[in-house]
């Protein structure tokens, strides 16, 4: 499985756009790229996922670069509920499909 | 949206002692998971199923079992808590394994004494 690495912590006015950037530089042709986020006393929510180039829905907006080694989660117009961990993942389809693994995330603060 | 509940949503427990934690989700997912999350880290897969009356190891089973009794119902027992075993727990439950999105539950905060 591929691993990530994420910056450990942001932070943000309200009203920005958030890019959160994750490495994964070892990823294979069949894992695809999750995003999740935690906010405090929750479990993680799933975000937004994608296997390459741009994926959009109504909560954020996924990069993916072309050797698929790095994607950028977008947040437009942070908000202070934006404030919480944001996990990348990246997860085989294969025979180990239940391997998903969350690492530490990058610890988003949103300031007013 | 696909709906995990937990339950007890904390508990103390002594060591030594027998703690249950238990899940059930409502969406007739297949897979559901239980991960054990520690102060400041990610979550760490325990046990997880893919169907009824059967079981699979995570990463981190040691010290844990689990138990899969029907479709909606999915347990985590730990037969002799220890210190180590305090954290947040957290059941998630999917249609199918890998790539299909995992819907967690609110959390079960475990303090071991």
């Known amino acids: 499985l591929a691993k990530t690495t994420q910056p450990p912590s942001m932070e943000a006015y309200e009203g920005q756009e958030v890019n959160v950037s994750c490495s994964h530089t070892n990823i294979a042709t069949s894992e695809y790229i999750y995003w999740y986020r935690q906010v405090p006393h929750q479990g993680p929510q799933f975000i937004i996922q994608g296997y390459k180039d741009y994926v959009v829905n109504e909560v954020a907006s996924l990069f993916i670069s072309a050797d698929r080694k790095l994607s950028t989660l977008s947040l437009p117009w942070v908000s202070l509920r934006d404030a919480a961990v944001y996990y990348c993942i990246v997860t085989d389809i294969g025979t180990n499909a239940y391997k998903v693994i969350f690492g530490k995330g990058t610890h988003l603060h949103v300031l007013p | 949206e696909a709906a995990v509940t937990q339950s007890p949503r904390s508990k103390v427990a002594v060591t030594g002692g027998k703690v249950t934690l238990s899940c059930h989700q409502t969406?007739?997912?297949?897979?559901m998971y239980w991960y054990r999350q520690d102060t400041g880290h990610g979550l760490r897969l325990i046990h997880y199923s893919y169907v009824a009356d059967s079981t699979e190891k995570g990463d981190i089973p040691d010290g844990y079992k689990a138990s899969r009794p029907s479709q909606e119902n999915f347990s985590l027992i730990l037969e002799l808590a220890s210190l180590s075993q305090t954290a947040v727990y957290f059941c998630a439950s999917s249609v199918s394994g890998g790539q299909d999105t995992q819907y967690f539950g609110p959390g079960t905060r475990l303090l071991v004494l």
């Open positions: 969406n007739n997912h297949d897979y």
